[in-house]
């Protein structure tokens, strides 16, 4: 047992052969991401004007990335937390009504951004991929639908974007009628208001 510390096989294989396991090139690569998006942050006219602000918002996106309760600021535990490793000036007040706000508000400035891409790359990258994605909440157990495009971009980077995701579980009447008519009406509607946002030229080829 190496008790969380690097064997010198290992340590050999890294310093004299330049060599790493796939699992430290991704903890790496973690690590600077993680690095890149603090300096963002530190650099944001936000953080100097309303850190509380801030503090807000990240904790809004902990809740919906990791699923946890929209009240769980009122938990004991995180308000010792607050009481004692935040300062003053970063203490939000973190209740249910403050994390929904906080929800619309993301939505409506990530919309907003996806749509600027897609505009901005639209002339030389007019063909975008859509795919409909399936998965399962692992904590409440609902399925969930969502409509991701794949695209290169004017960089000739490759990017996958989330565009919209919506409960679905239909039940057996809606069923047996068929979900083609609901899905397209949904489909339809999302895809012609990501397009209205981008502006982008021409017709929507999402009309009825």
Same mark, same amino acid.
């Given at each position: 047992?190496?008790?969380?510390?690097?064997?010198?096989?290992?340590?050999?294989?890294?310093?004299?052969?330049?060599?790493?396991?796939?699992?430290?090139?991704?903890?790496?690569? =973690?690590?600077?991401?993680?690095?890149?998006?603090?300096?963002?942050?530190?650099?944001?006219?936000?953080?100097?004007?309303?850190? =509380?602000?801030?503090?807000?918002?990240?904790?809004?996106?902990?809740?919906?990335?990791?699923?946890?309760?929209?009240?769980?600021?009122?938990?004991?535990?995180?308000?010792?937390?607050?009481?004692? =490793?935040?300062?003053?000036?970063?203490?939000?007040?973190?209740?249910?009504?403050?994390?929904?706000?906080?929800?619309?508000?993301?939505?409506?400035?990530?919309?907003?951004?996806?749509?600027?891409?897609?505009?901005?790359?639209?002339?030389? *990258?007019?063909?975008?991929?859509?795919?409909?994605?399936?998965?399962? *909440?692992?904590?409440?157990?609902?399925?969930?639908?969502?409509?991701?495009?794949?695209?290169?971009?004017?960089?000739?980077?490759?990017?996958?974007?989330?565009?919209?995701?919506?409960?679905?579980?239909?039940?057996?009447?809606?069923?047996?009628?068929?979900?083609?008519?609901?899905?397209?009406?949904?489909?339809?509607?999302?895809?012609?208001?990501? *397009?209205?946002?981008?502006?982008?030229?021409?017709?929507?080829?999402?009309?009825?």
């Amino acid at each position: 047992m190496s008790a969380g510390k690097t064997s010198r096989a290992a340590r050999h294989v890294r310093v004299i052969h330049h060599l790493q396991s796939p699992k430290s090139d991704a903890d790496l690569s =973690a690590k600077k991401k993680q690095n890149a998006e603090v300096e963002v942050f530190r650099a944001s006219p936000l953080l100097a004007k309303n850190p =509380a602000r801030i503090s807000i918002l990240l904790e809004t996106l902990r809740i919906i990335n990791h699923n946890l309760p929209l009240r769980v600021g009122k938990y004991d535990e995180s308000r010792l937390l607050q009481e004692l =490793a935040v300062k003053k000036e970063m203490k939000p007040v973190v209740n249910a009504k403050r994390v929904e706000g906080a929800i619309i508000e993301l939505f409506q400035s990530t919309k907003a951004e996806v749509s600027e891409f897609l505009a901005d790359n639209h002339e030389d *990258c007019p063909n975008f991929t859509i795919v409909a994605d399936f998965w399962r *909440c692992k904590v409440t157990h609902n399925k969930f639908l969502g409509i991701r495009v794949y695209l290169i971009d004017k960089e000739s980077k490759f990017n996958s974007i989330l565009l919209e995701t919506k409960q679905f579980n239909p039940v057996y009447s809606v069923r047996v009628g068929g979900i083609g008519k609901s899905f397209r009406k949904w489909l339809t509607k999302m895809l012609e208001s990501f *397009c209205n946002g981008a502006k982008l030229a021409g017709p929507s080829p999402f009309s009825e």
